[in-house]
T-cell receptor
């Protein structure tokens, strides 16, 4: 059973460009969350998708947007890249439990974005 | 809102010695608590979690943690560390109704000295 897979693993962009990161959740999971981990910091919550809609959002500007597809996979888009967007972007998937709660998060290995 | 403080950014420990990684949290509501480990160039792996019940929680790789509500702490311990424990350790918290939106600490880098 494949876990959470993310692509690409590494990429380099220049300021002002746009980037799309992709995530396939673990089999049986229907919820995808995205986190940004800057160098030397803990991950910070960007947003969470469930039933193809954004369910929760952290303190990130509108340049950060996402999408969830019917097969539960997800994309993270960042427009007008800034140097400060350089980070490891982690995707985490989970299953919705009885009562509507979210189960344990499983993380992918991340996409490392460098903005020059 | 919740916040997490990991008091030590780096902890060097000799092999086979015990270790404690400290974590304190702040929240106005009841929370769930987690410890994750991140090996170099990898994602996060769940070590253990406290949801309810016994305040002493046992996890993978011989780690355990104790939830102390009065001190708002969730310190991670291991009685004897190995070289393979070298990694970054993150404490995280979520509100009971938070649908697993995690708030992480800044991490503690554990270095094992042979």
């Amino acid at each position: 059973d494949a876990g959470v897979t993310q692509s690409p693993t590494h990429l380099i962009k220049t300021r002002g460009q746009q980037v799309t990161l992709r995530c396939s959740p673990k089999s049986g999971h229907d919820t995808v969350s995205w986190y940004q981990q800057a160098l030397g910091q803990g991950p910070q919550f960007i947003f969470q998708y469930y039933e193809e809609e954004e369910r929760q959002r952290g303190n990130f500007p509108d340049r950060f947007s996402g999408h969830q597809f019917p097969n539960y996979s997800s994309e993270l888009n960042v427009n007008a890249l800034l140097l400060g967007d350089s980070a490891l972007y982690l995707c985490a998937s989970s299953a919705t439990l009885a009562g509507g709660r979210t189960g344990e998060l499983f993380f992918g290995e991340g996409s490392r974005l460098t903005v020059l | 809102a919740q916040s997490v403080t990991q008091l030590d950014s780096q902890v060097p420990v000799f092999e086979e010695a015990p270790v404690e990684l400290r974590c304190n949290y702040s929240s106005s509501v009841s929370v769930y608590l987690f410890w994750y480990v991140q090996y170099p160039n990898q994602g996060l792996q769940l070590l253990l979690k406290y949801l309810s019940g016994s305040t002493l929680v046992k996890g993978i790789n011989g780690f355990e943690a104790e939830f102390n509500k009065s001190q708002t702490s969730f310190h991670l311990r291991k009685p004897s560390v190995h070289i393979s424990d070298t990694a970054e350790y993150f404490c995280a918290v979520t509100a009971l109704a938070g649908n697993e939106k995690l708030t992480f600490g800044t991490g503690t880098r554990l270095t094992i000295i042979p």
